[in-house]
C-alpha cells in the first residue's frame, strides 16, 4: 500500500485545514486508516484513527472536539478535518494504514505510511 498525504500549510490559530491521504496498491478497505503527527523535537503521536468496527472512530483527547476523519472509498481517500486550530497542533502530519484491528493509537499498530504533510500555525 502506498500512501501520499497531502493539504499541510500554513493556517493561522483560529482556521481550519483538511488533510487528505490517497492510498494506492490494495484493496483500501481491507485496511483501517489512522492520523499520527510529529511536532517538532517530539515522538509522533497518534491523532485520530477509524476503528474495525464500520463506523467507529477515535480521537486523541487534545483534539476531540476540534477533528473530524472521514473516508470516500470511491476515492480511497481518507481526510483530516481540523478545526479551531491551536499553535500546539503544528506538526508533521502521517497518515497510516493497519492491517489488525487492535492499536489503533500506536505507531507499531501500523503496517503503512505515508510521507507526511506540514502543518504551521501562526499565533
Known amino acids: 500500500v502506498q500512501l501520499q498525504a497531502s493539504g499541510g500549510g500554513l493556517v493561522q490559530a483560529g482556521g481550519s485545514l483538511r488533510l487528505s491521504c490517497v492510498a494506492s496498491g490494495r484493496t483500501f478497505s481491507n485496511y483501517r486508516m489512522g492520523w499520527f503527527r510529529q511536532p517538532p523535537g517530539k515522538e509522533r503521536e497518534f491523532v485520530a484513527a477509524f476503528g474495525w468496527s464500520s463506523g467507529t472512530t477515535y480521537y486523541a483527547d487534545s483534539v476531540k472536539g476540534r477533528v473530524t476523519i472521514s473516508n470516500d472509498n470511491a476515492k480511497n481517500t481518507v481526510y483530516l478535518q481540523m478545526d479551531s486550530l491551536k499553535a500546539e497542533d503544528a506538526a508533521v502530519y502521517y497518515c497510516?494504514?493497519?492491517?489488525?484491528?487492535?492499536?489503533?493509537?500506536?505507531?507499531?499498530?501500523?503496517?503503512?505510511w505515508g510521507q507526511g504533510t506540514l502543518v504551521t500555525v501562526s499565533s
Open positions: 497510516a494504514a493497519r492491517m489488525r484491528p487492535h492499536n489503533y493509537d500506536i505507531v507499531r499498530g501500523y503496517d503503512y
